[in-house]
């Protein structure tokens, strides 16, 4: 079965600094790995997504994340922090199987709130 | 021109009481989710629907039974509502058929009081 940790419920960086938000995933079947970004009282909105190809990902905003087969890790990154980044930040893994029986579901980390000082 | 919409926003209710959320999505997609997030902000899913069939039913209570008229609507009703059902539901959806089963779009939730 699929799981994903994220390290670190709580960040905080300086406005103009890099942010690394942390996410190691479980899988025993090669991944689909999402990030997600939930506002103050909104909904969930998709920053981007790792399927297969390339390894390094670009998403909207800024960010972009990197798939790294021998850390099972696919870390998220933004090289300057807006104000406006502030917000809950979740990494996922969909439910996955190569013979069959896949839900399809996304099984989401425990979320990242990042904080962004002035 | 919403993608996934839901409504209510908020609901309040008594112990007891019998609520639905409806969600629709314009986007065409023929799967459709309900997550349950709760107040540490775990988010899991609870039911799925692809052409009005249901494929994903996780250990909720029967109190929960989801509708799916249609590949656009995914409706939650929900019996005797229970203190610990007091969350944010969101509805998701994504397309089997355009082979991009995996990215879902969300919907702004719904958050759900019961007191």
């Known amino acids: 079965a699929q799981s994903v940790t994220q390290l670190g419920s709580h960040v905080s960086v300086s406005e103009g600094a890099l942010v690394l938000l942390r996410c190691n995933y479980s899988?025993?079947?090669?991944?689909?790995l999402f990030w997600y970004v939930q506002y103050p009282n909104q909904g969930l909105q998709l920053l981007l997504k790792y399927t297969t190809g390339a390894t390094l990902v670009k998403g909207i905003n800024g960010f972009e994340a990197e798939f790294k087969k021998s850390e099972t890790s696919f870390h998220l990154t933004k090289p300057s922090a807006h104000m406006s980044d502030a917000a809950e930040y979740f990494c996922?893994?969909?439910?996955?199987?190569?013979?069959?029986?896949?839900?399809?579901?996304?099984?989401f980390g425990t979320g990242t709130l990042l904080a962004v000082q002035p | 021109d919403t993608a996934v919409s839901q409504t209510p926003k908020y609901l309040v209710t008594q112990m007891g009481n019998d609520k639905s959320i409806k969600c629709e999505q314009n986007?065409?997609?023929?799967?459709m989710y309900w997550y349950k997030q709760d107040s540490k902000k775990f988010l899991k899913i609870t039911f799925s629907?692809?052409?009005?069939?249901?494929?994903i039913n996780e250990t909720v209570p029967n109190r929960f039974s989801p509708k799916s008229p249609d590949k656009a609507h995914l409706n939650l009703h929900i019996n005797s509502l229970e203190l610990g059902d007091s969350a944010v539901y969101f509805c998701a959806s994504s397309s089997r058929l355009a082979g991009n089963l995996d990215t879902q779009y969300f919907g702004p939730g719904t958050r759900l009081t019961v007191l």
């Open positions: 996922a893994v969909s439910d996955r199987r190569l013979y069959g029986g896949a839900t399809n579901k996304l099984i």
């Open positions: 899988s025993s079947v090669p991944p689909y």
């Open positions: 629907y692809n052409n009005k069939e249901l494929i």
């Open positions: 986007l065409g997609h023929d799967t």
